[in-house]
């Protein structure tokens, strides 16, 4: 995913009170940031780990760098339960060749035929219900 602007990494030292954590920049500054998970994060949080930050100017916010993501071994974990969406719709983007502002609502991955696809039309699909539910309980009588 590209981030604009771009992360901030530094080392996790410890997550608190839920919803803050302090870090160390790869400078060597200690700051204290916000976290936007409000789930619990267990096995998420070990000190140490490798995190990034986006990092914000904004003069209305009490703490300017907000926790992204986590090394948890090697690979990135999401923090920020506002990307999964954003992820989602950047990566069907780039699957389909669209260039960005296009349209890509109601795409999805289909992991059984791995491939992206539409959903039917309302008819189609209203059809292929009334379908799948006959067949369904035939076989289930």
């Not at 990307?83 to 069907?92: D, M, V």
Request: with cysteine.
């Amino acid at each position: 995913m590209i981030f604009d602007p771009p992360l901030v990494p530094a080392t996790l030292v410890q997550p608190y009170k839920r919803f803050l954590f302090d870090a160390i920049l790869d400078s060597g500054e200690a700051i204290t940031g916000s976290c936007p998970n409000t789930g619990s994060m267990r096995g998420l949080t070990t000190p140490g780990s490798r995190i990034w930050m986006s990092e914000h100017e904004s003069k209305t916010r009490k703490y300017r760098h907000m926790f992204e993501m986590i090394e948890v071994g090697d690979l990135p974990v999401g923090i920020n339960t506002g990307l999964p969406n954003r992820l989602a719709e950047e990566a069907i983007r780039v699957i389909l060749a669209r260039p960005g502002g296009t349209d890509c609502r109601g795409y999805f991955f289909n992991p059984h035929a791995a491939r992206v696809e539409r959903p039917l039309a309302a008819p189609l699909a209203f059809a292929k219900r009334a379908l799948v539910r006959r067949f369904m309980t035939k076989l289930l009588a």
